[in-house]
């Protein structure tokens, strides 16, 4: 029987403000056995120079987010345990919550075996919602069925945690065409 296994690297995460760290420098991948067995974080950036991150809260395991980082934003995700991010619709770097105060508090960063993804287990601060559209997780609509050709969604999340127009008044909505 042939099984393949996706092996992890966990950070832990400790603050490592007051330790005179101010940048993080990612290993060169040098081998295979390096980056696959290796305990020296070394990540694969796209063409575009990110690499795709899931999200989850980790008292529940429920997915928030599939989002983006660039290096700098790995960085100071590192090194803050507060997750940033970079948009690739408004190509910025954005922290969570810096305008909302829905900040997620990294407990946890995990690479996967080949280095070019990343899973982040957080505890989301203020009003405990991770989806800028007012709901828990950006995750709140599945697939549900096909009518005239059409396929339909059905809502999850039936309730908002909060109003977006009051938590962030006047600001642009991210979500592009």
Wanted: aromatic letters at 10%.
């Amino acid at each position: 029987m042939d099984i393949n296994f996706t092996y992890l690297v966990l950070i832990k995460c400790r603050s490592f403000k007051g330790k005179n760290v101010k940048k993080v420098n990612f290993a060169e991948r040098s081998s295979i056995e390096f980056v696959e067995e290796g305990n020296i974080l070394a990540p694969k950036f796209n063409s575009d120079g990110v690499i795709p991150v899931v999200v989850t809260e980790t008292s529940t395991g429920l997915v928030l987010m599939l989002g983006y980082m660039n290096k700098e934003a790995l960085d100071k995700t590192i090194l803050t345990n507060e997750a940033y991010y970079w948009s690739r619709s408004r190509e910025v770097l954005w922290k969570k919550g810096e305008s909302s105060g829905m900040v997620h508090q990294v407990d946890e960063i995990l690479i996967d075996d080949d280095q070019d993804s990343v899973w982040l287990k957080v505890t989301i601060q203020g009003l405990g919602a991770s989806c800028h559209v007012g709901y828990k997780s950006c995750f709140y609509r599945s697939v549900y069925s096909i009518e005239e050709n059409e396929v339909q969604l059905n809502f999850t999340e039936t309730e908002k945690v909060f109003d977006p127009e009051v938590v962030y008044p006047g600001a642009e909505n991210p979500t592009k065409l």
